[in-house]
C-alpha cells in the first residue's frame, strides 16, 4: 500500500522544481548548451524555450539525423526522458551524456530551463 501511495505522489512531488537549485544542476549541461538572451548553438543548440519546442529546431546547430527525423517535441515528459537516457529517447543522438537518474535534479533542471522563453524579436 505505501509503495502505491508513493507512485501515485511522484508526479506531484517535483511538479514546480526550484531554478536555483535547477542553475546550479545546469553546471552539467553549460559545456556544450547555453542558455539566456544571448544564447547561440556551438558544441549542441541553445536551449531558450526548449519546453515546447520541436527537436532538431535551433536554426543555427546541424542536428544528428536521428533527432532531425525523431518527430518529438520537447514536452516535459520527453525532456525527463531525454534527460535520464539520452539514447534510449532518440537512438542515435549526438548527444553523449551519461544521464541523470535523480528525479528532484531533472525537476529543477527544468524549471531552470523553463524560466528561459524563447526570446520575442524585437
Not at 35 to 60: E, M, T, Y
Not at 92 to 112: C, E, N, P, S, V
Request: aromatic share 10%; hydrophobic share 40%; charged share 20%.
Amino acid at each position: 500500500m505505501l509503495g502505491l501511495l508513493l507512485a501515485l505522489s511522484t508526479p506531484f512531488a517535483f511538479a514546480e522544481g526550484s531554478i536555483a537549485a535547477g542553475k546550479s544542476d545546469y553546471r552539467l549541461c553549460v559545456q556544450c548548451h547555453q542558455i539566456g538572451p544571448s544564447a547561440r548553438s556551438g558544441f549542441g543548440p541553445q536551449l531558450n524555450g526548449i519546453v515546447g519546442r520541436p527537436a532538431a529546431a535551433a536554426g543555427d546547430y546541424k542536428y544528428s539525423k536521428a533527432m532531425q527525423q525523431s518527430g518529438i517535441v520537447w514536452t516535459e515528459d520527453k525532456l525527463r526522458a531525454f534527460l535520464r537516457d539520452p539514447d534510449d529517447l532518440v537512438p542515435g543522438t549526438k548527444m553523449r551524456f551519461w544521464g541523470i537518474r535523480d528525479q528532484q535534479k531533472i525537476t529543477d533542471l527544468l524549471a531552470y530551463l523553463r524560466s528561459f522563453p524563447t526570446p520575442t524579436a524585437p
